[in-house]
C-alpha cells in the first residue's frame, strides 16, 4: 500500500488509503491529458484535410509536461510502498533479488531525474 506522508508539527501519518487515492487520481489526470493531445492531432488532421492552416495547441504540451513529475512521483511512491510490506514481512526465501534490485534501481534513477528538474 502507498503511503501518504501528511506533515503535522513534528509528528508525520502515513495513510495508505490516501496514498493510492492519490497516485490514482493523478493517473487518471495523465490519462485525460494524454487524450487531449490525441483529440488535438486529430483536429489538426482534419484542418489539414481542408487545407486550413493547423491550430496550435502549444498549452496541452506544456500541461503535460509540467504535470509528467507529479505522476512520476506518485507512481514510485506507490508501487514502492505496494512492494515493502512484502519486502519487510514476507518469507525472505520468496524474495527474487534480481527484481527488487531492479526495482529499487528503476525508482532510484526516475526520482534522481526529478530532483534535476
Same mark, same amino acid.
Given at each position: 500500500?502507498a503511503? /501518504?506522508?501528511?506533515?503535522?508539527?513534528?509528528d &508525520?501519518?502515513?495513510?495508505?488509503?490516501?496514498?493510492? +487515492?492519490?497516485a490514482?487520481?493523478? =493517473?487518471?489526470? =495523465?490519462?485525460?491529458?494524454? +487524450? &487531449?493531445?490525441?483529440?488535438?492531432?486529430?483536429?489538426? #488532421?482534419?484542418?489539414? &484535410?481542408?487545407?486550413?492552416?493547423?491550430?496550435? /495547441? *502549444?498549452?496541452?504540451?506544456?500541461?503535460?509536461?509540467?504535470?509528467e *513529475?507529479?505522476?512520476?512521483?506518485?507512481?514510485?511512491?506507490?508501487?514502492? =510502498?505496494?512492494?515493502? *510490506? #512484502?519486502?519487510?514481512?514476507?518469507?525472505?526465501?520468496?524474495?527474487?533479488?534480481?527484481?527488487? +534490485?531492479? #526495482?529499487?534501481?528503476?525508482?532510484?534513477?526516475? &526520482?534522481?531525474?526529478?530532483?534535476?528538474?
Amino acid at each position: 500500500q502507498a503511503f /501518504y506522508m501528511i506533515g503535522i508539527g513534528d509528528d &508525520l501519518q502515513y495513510d495508505a488509503e490516501q496514498g493510492d +487515492e492519490k497516485a490514482e487520481e493523478m =493517473n487518471n489526470i =495523465n490519462k485525460r491529458l494524454v +487524450e &487531449l493531445r490525441a483529440v488535438a492531432k486529430q483536429i489538426n #488532421s482534419r484542418e489539414a &484535410l481542408f487545407k486550413l492552416d493547423q491550430t496550435a /495547441y *502549444p498549452q496541452v504540451e506544456q500541461l503535460i509536461t509540467e504535470f509528467e *513529475p507529479f505522476v512520476t512521483l506518485w507512481t514510485v511512491t506507490m508501487e514502492f =510502498n505496494r512492494a515493502h *510490506p #512484502s519486502w519487510m514481512n514476507g518469507a525472505f526465501i520468496n524474495h527474487k533479488a534480481d527484481y527488487i +534490485e531492479k #526495482s529499487v534501481d528503476d525508482w532510484t534513477r526516475k &526520482l534522481y531525474k526529478l530532483e534535476r528538474l
